[in-house]
């Protein structure tokens, strides 16, 4: 996976020696869920599932990094260990990785920073005007490169064409080191940092980022792995006539359904209160009025420890998925 970009440029679209030699292309992909604790279970690893999903959340599924977690330690202590004590492992990963990667990666890492100060991810033309770039056949390979190595990942927003595709940063390894480790050689407790508003924050778009690198899994408890579908997010700064609204994941269907998906990440059972039942409401409010969809609306709710049944929940909350529905196996 280390060298996708220059297998993808100097063997796949070689137009010399290794002209139309390919016989077949494999993709390697990064660990999901199921494949990491599989992994952690061969290395004799006593993690469960929740702290699986806690090193996930910043190591994502690269086989390199959860190789470096050893017997006996808690996800704190192995954070601790590789990134905030002193001479630790993967301090200076980030430089040397873009650098290994990428002949020139300056440009590389300044599209990714970009992106990791903003959730929702940029446009083409949006990212060219906070980088103060001009539009470019380069610029569109750095962008493909960075893609097919897995960095970003591009969606197109509901009710929205091509043209408007955005980009967002989706690797969480590169998501948690440019909010907590670069540039910040102050910090040297992952265990006090635990306890911020700062990691709250992280920890919600971290988990919102895991849940998008497994909507296989999660279509599979919806029952809709065998239904054609399109996964994307939605948001409206909203008018004078109805207010906006930011809509995690959207689950567009052929069956004339749309899950609207509220993702949430607590380290307990998730209790559905009338103030998180009323902002859900006026999502879908919000959301009806703008797309003028004449589709059945479904509201589905993602915590890791799942949702606590009340009045709230009950016949209003359609289904909903936990952290075991993550890592099953497909």
């Keep these: ?27 390697i992909e990064p660990f999901t869920l199921q494949e990491t604790e599989k992994f952690f279970e061969y290395k004799k690893l ?30 704190t202590q192995a954070i601790d260990r590789l990134f905030f004590k002193a001479k630790a492992e993967l301090k200076s990963e980030f430089d040397e990785l873009f650098k290994s990667l990428f002949g020139n990666s300056d ?6 920073m970009s992106l990791s100060q903003c959730n929702g991810g940029l446009t ?18 750095l962008m493909d490169e960075l893609e ?32 907590f480790v670069k540039d910040k050689a102050s910090r040297n407790s992952w265990e006090k940092i635990v306890k911020t508003q700062e990691f709250k924050s992280w920890s919600g778009i971290a988990f919102e980022n895991t849940c998008f690198l497994h909507t296989d899994q999660i279509k599979e408890k919806l029952k809709i792995g065998g239904i054609i579908s399109d996964v994307s997010s939605w948001y409206s700064k909203g008018n004078d006539t109805m207010h906006g609204s930011q809509i995690d994941m959207l689950i567009d269907r052929n069956d004339n359904v749309i899950n609207l998906v509220e993702i949430k990440y607590y380290n307990n059972k998730i209790i559905l209160t009338k103030q998180i039942f009323d902002e859900i409401k006026s999502k879908i409010a919000s959301f009806q009025f703008f797309t003028k969809t004449r589709k059945s609306i479904f509201p589905i709710l993602i915590s890791p420890h799942g949702v606590h049944e009340n009045q ?17 196996n497909l």
């Design 46 to 75: 006593a993690l469960n599932r929740h702290a699986i999903l806690e090193l996930y959340l910043i190591l994502g599924g690269i086989p390199f990094y959860l190789d470096l977690i050893e017997k006996g330690e808690s996800p």
């Design 1 to 27: 996976g280390s060298s996708t970009s220059w297998i993808y440029n100097e063997v796949f679209n070689d137009v010399g020696g290794l002209f139309q030699r390919v016989t077949r292309k494999m993709y």
């Design 148 to 179: 097919k190595c897995g960095f970003i990942a591009s969606y197109v927003p509901f009710g929205k064409k091509n043209r408007d595709k955005k980009y967002k940063l989706s690797d969480p390894f590169t998501l948690f080191f440019l909010r």
């Design 107 to 112: 440009v590389h890492k300044e599209i990714v």
């Design 124 to 141: 083409r033309s949006e990212l060219l005007e906070q980088l103060n770039i001009v539009s470019s056949g380069n610029f569109s390979n």
């Design 312 to 328: 709230y929940s009950l016949g209003f909350i359609q289904n909903s998925v936990g952290i075991d529905d993550l890592f099953v």
